[in-house]
């Protein structure tokens, strides 16, 4: 079993000294049912800055991408409790919104800087799009 990593395997950080660095990953389309609720889950390991308002920190975010239209942030890192860091976490997202359409879902990261950069990173797996059932007649 292997997870999605942002990091540097050289180094076992996200570490490059001296840069700030970025980078997302996209799934395949998803085509969600009109008229259906629809859920994102996925499991997240993030061993990077806490969120700070006041500070421009590390950025982790789930990102649902229309094929017509912009994207939506569903899911931030500031929507973490602290105690919640360097754990795995289950997220959740509600795609009801999205009901007809075709979708993206990207997850991305930014650390903003070249400082405090030397943690594991940020770990993605089991991303699933779950959607209802239509009621029987």
Not at 35 to 60: H, I, K, N, Q
Not at 66 to 88: C, E, T
Request: net charge negative; with cysteine.
């Amino acid at each position: 079993n292997h997870s999605l990593w942002f990091g540097n395997a050289a180094t076992e950080t996200y570490e490059d000294p001296g840069y700030a660095v970025a980078g997302w990953a996209t799934s395949t389309e998803v085509s969600l049912f009109p008229g259906l609720s629809a859920s994102l889950d996925l499991w997240a390991y993030l061993d990077v800055e806490a969120f700070s308002a006041s500070l421009p920190t590390d950025r982790f975010e789930v990102i649902v991408v229309p094929n017509f239209g912009a994207p939506v942030v569903v899911w931030d890192k500031g929507d973490l409790i602290p105690d919640d860091m360097g754990s795995w976490v289950n997220i959740t997202a509600d795609l009801s919104e999205f009901a007809g359409q075709v979708v993206s879902i990207r997850v991305e990261f930014d650390s903003h800087d070249s400082q405090l950069n030397s943690s594991g990173g940020v770990f993605v797996d089991e991303i699933q799009v779950i959607q209802g059932c239509a009621e029987l007649d």
